[in-house]
């Protein structure tokens, strides 16, 4: 079962770190050059540095903990999903997707530069995620670098997240029912987390019986996090949540609460809650932390 | 110096071959699956299978040559860097960047389809690249398969590939000079022009001697294959090229005719021609193909 409330600071300070420890990294790698296309690197760091849950490193440094992977390590995997994190936030912000002028309380960036600086952005922000992975300061083991590679273009492209991403904007004309959300929610986001947790398994070359738990627990996580949004998405303000609200039922997509109701969704992540946690109990108290990370999951205001 | 023609066959048998292959390639890794999302399948579909010169794996495949590596190997290299110049023109063609309604005399991606789903049809084919490359299937050595990583995701990226595309939107507000342009085609085109080559000298473990004299050649194959654009723009018939021409003038853009003069660019990609047969001399015979590309990327009237 969950930790004890004393110890969710010990949560609060390491995303804290994660953040900071992002933002420098983003920094390092994306330097200004003195070079016409300086405009594209504004735009990369405008969707990059300054912001964000830094949720997904935080899962990779999690994850790899229970199996002794370094931090080094650990925040470069980190840092590729979250390169992949915000190059679909841009894409999906477009004009020609949702059409959003808020991101993380600041102009899209499409807004704050232009569409064709957005999609370039986006599109460089993908490259560079394989780059940072493929690189031998990620892992010196040429075989792990490979494995994180294969399985992280996989959860990104066509059978990942822009597959999901395609269920989305189709969603309206499909009318999806319990199903078609959870598969549109497995591979819209589930496909990112899912990796997170795994990236922190591969680098520490794990046994398949701890990579099938964490798997098990990485579904559940994702699930509660889609039904939070959704509920967020129902229920809460637009100042809050720093971006657009209310907009699934204006374009008439199906999600957790219009098909569950709001009383209905919020009892089934409190079960996927209780699910994630006994997936994570092979790993004994070290993996507290992600048990906590599936509470505040669902418990987040944003 | 060049081979006679009477070799020339060859090259357009060969060429034909690898056409064939990469479509057989492309239909076997993108199945139409049976869910929501099989309309992403269609549109990267649309986009890759039945067209193009197929130059970049043909240039992976006579690279390789030089250094023994097996077809297959070079092919599946050729796949992925072919995907990524698919990816490309997908979101060039978008109407927030040129605006094209023809690729290959067929309808774009998003004249066929629509923005969104050609939006995520290129970045799919970007995540698609680097799977290909990764897996073992492409080479046994994994050091080997990091590295094809790196260096494709730095030519594909904001340094490379996307970085010249900014500078190619920007053109006309930048009035670049020979230079400026140069740098332009470097990077937009000429960065995966030279992956192409570099690739087949990665897969076989070639010295650093030869990795250098065959960066000079693909240094100036790309500028041939420019300027012999610059041409085709300039005087072609829009029919030939089966896409809109003559839209760099009219875009204000310069172009190394508009610099140099129609003889003028013509006359240096005869020195260019020239320059890059004379770095292929240390391979010796098994060069001469290589010579022809550069040659046919001059010549050639699409």
Chains 1, 2 share one sequence.
């Not at 405009?39 to 903990?65: D, E, M, N, Q, W």
């Not at 994180?148 to 009318?175: F, K, Y």
């Not at 070359?205 to 996090?225: E, K, Q, V």
């Amino acid at each position: 079962m969950l930790e004890p409330r004393e110890t969710m600071p010990d949560l609060a300070r390491l995303r804290a770190d994660v953040c900071a420890r992002m933002d420098k990294m983003f920094e390092a790698l994306l330097p200004l050059p003195d070079a016409p296309h300086a405009r594209l690197y504004l735009a990369i760091r405008h969707a990059t540095i300054g912001g964000g849950k830094r949720l997904r490193p935080l899962l990779v440094l999690l994850s790899g903990r229970l199996f002794g992977v370094s931090e080094d390590a650990a925040l470069r995997a980190g840092l590729a999903v979250e390169a992949i994190h915000a190059h679909s936030l841009i894409h999906d912000d477009l004009p020609c997707m949702d059409d959003d002028d808020l991101r993380r309380g600041r102009p899209t960036v499409h807004r704050a530069f232009d569409e064709a600086t957005a999609v370039l952005a986006g599109d460089s922000l993908l490259a560079l995620a394989f780059e940072v992975l493929a690189d031998p300061e990620t892992h010196p083991d040429a075989a792990i670098r490979s494995e994180l590679v294969v399985s992280l273009s996989r959860a990104a492209g066509a059978a990942g997240m822009a597959g999901g991403q395609m269920i989305d904007i189709s969603a309206p004309a499909l009318t999806l029912d319990l199903a078609g959300v959870t598969q549109l929610q497995r591979l819209k986001t589930g496909a990112l987390l899912a990796w997170s947790i795994e990236a922190g398994a591969i680098l520490g070359r794990a046994s398949d019986s701890s990579r099938r738990a964490l798997a098990l627990y990485a579904n559940c996580l994702g699930l509660i996090f889609q039904i939070a949004d959704d509920l967020l998405d129902h229920e809460g303000e637009e100042a809050r949540a720093g971006k657009r609200i209310g907009k699934d039922a204006a374009a008439g997509k199906q999600t957790f609460v219009s098909l569950l109701g709001a009383e209905g969704a919020r009892q089934r992540a409190r079960e996927l809650l209780a699910e994630a946690v006994s997936h994570l109990a092979p790993f004994g108290a070290e993996a507290a932390l992600l048990g906590e990370v599936a509470e505040f999951a669902l418990t987040r205001d944003h």
